[in-house]
Antibody, heavy 121, light 106 residues
């Protein structure tokens, strides 16, 4: 069974860079059948897709966040990471990592439990 | 960017009721639409993919239909465990989620 687990600081100061890592277990991140994505959800609000990475390192980002987002992959550690720069209070949210299946309708089929990141001084 | 407009934003219904949620895309997305259920404090769970296909293990009271720009999600007979927020998601051009529909028991 594939499992994803987010990790990283729960508190980030305004203007700094938010950094999170997603560790994948029960399957290889190098499999060519998946994208690996980040999604976030402010408290009481909806889901916002942040970006995705393929095992090759190819990335796509949400246009509204593109200038501040970097997603990278470390296949040796079976991990992928998110960096979001110049954060403000508006970036406070639960951040999820998820797997996107290329075989079935680009569905987000496995998710991490989510990690709350608060932006505050 | 493709925008997804879900309605209603919240809905109150009784156990046994038929519940319908709509999702409208800002441009033609064929059938590239999925539906998710999210319960409080949990990650979303896939229910429907490609607009009308039921994910394995999901109860048959859940269904989806539509293509192009207009889509519908239906629960044929609402159960207490269906209380959650439901999201549509397009994948025609990257990914966009609808704003969600919070379903409550009347």
């Amino acid at each position: 069974q594939v499992q994803l687990q987010e990790s990283g600081p729960g508190l980030v100061k305004p203007s700094q860079t938010l950094s999170l890592t997603c560790t994948v277990s029960g399957g290889s991140i190098s499999s060519g059948s998946y994208y690996w994505s980040w999604i976030r959800q402010p408290a009481g609000k909806g889901l916002e897709w942040i970006g995705r990475i393929y095992t090759s390192g190819s990335t796509n980002y949400n246009p509204s966040l593109k200038s501040r987002v970097t997603i990278s992959v470390d296949t040796s550690k079976n991990q992928f990471s998110l960096k979001l720069s110049s954060v403000t209070a508006a970036d406070t949210a639960v951040y999820y990592c998820a797997r996107v299946s290329l075989d079935t309708a680009m569905v987000f089929d496995y998710w991490g439990q989510g990690t709350l990141v608060t932006v505050s001084s | 960017d493709i925008q997804m407009t879900q309605s209603p934003s919240s809905l109150s219904a009784s156990v046994g009721d038929r519940v319908t949620i709509t999702c409208q895309a800002s441009q033609d997305i064929s059938n590239y639409l999925n539906w998710y259920q999210q319960k409080p404090g949990k990650a979303p769970k896939l229910l429907i993919y490609d607009a009308s296909n039921l994910e394995t293990g999901v109860p048959s009271r859940f269904s989806g239909s539509g293509s192009g720009t207009d889509f519908t999600f239906t629960i044929s007979s609402l159960q207490p465990e269906d209380i959650a927020t439901y999201y549509c998601q397009q994948y025609d051009n990257l990914y966009t989620f609808g704003q969600g529909t919070k379903l409550e028991i009347k």
